[in-house]
């Protein structure tokens, strides 16, 4: 069984910047081995892919969105991955989950392909 928990939301002004993490944990789970995401979800909103990085390498992928604002990174001798979430808008505001991903290297924007999830942490930015 795999656990995550994300941590590192709150409220923000317009323009502000706040990190996300997730720790992954697991008597199985080899965090070093697996592509993980970012996703969020506004009310009303289905959700929505944020960001992703393989575990093969230091590639990372965007929505068109967040690019230029938001930064994807992991740590994988603390089973940790972050998102640096910069120049933030109202628009951003949502709930923010990691999730990883079975099926491969690159990232799939779609939820449905990914397998655990954490508890979403709220990220509210202000105008």
């Known amino acids: 069984q795999v656990q995550l928990v994300e941590s590192g939301g709150g409220l923000v002004q317009a323009g502000g910047s706040l990190r996300l993490s997730c720790a992954g944990s697991?008597?199985?789970?080899?965090?070093?081995?697996?592509?993980m995401g970012w996703f969020r979800q506004a009310p009303g909103k289905e959700r929505e892919f944020v960001a992703g990085?393989?575990?093969?390498?230091?590639?990372?992928y965007y929505t068109d969105s967040v690019k230029g604002r938001f930064t994807i990174s992991r740590d994988n001798a603390k089973n940790t991955v972050y998102l640096q979430m910069n120049s933030l808008k109202p628009e951003d505001t949502a709930v923010y989950y990691c999730?990883?991903?079975?099926?491969?290297?690159?990232?799939?924007?779609?939820?449905?392909?990914?397998?655990?999830w954490g508890q979403g942490t709220q990220v509210t930015v202000s105008s």
């Open positions: 697991g008597r199985t789970f080899s965090f070093s081995t697996y592509t």
């Open positions: 990085m393989p575990w093969i390498d230091d590639s990372t």
């Open positions: 999730a990883v991903y079975w099926g491969g290297t690159r990232p799939s924007t779609s939820s449905s392909n990914y397998a655990y």
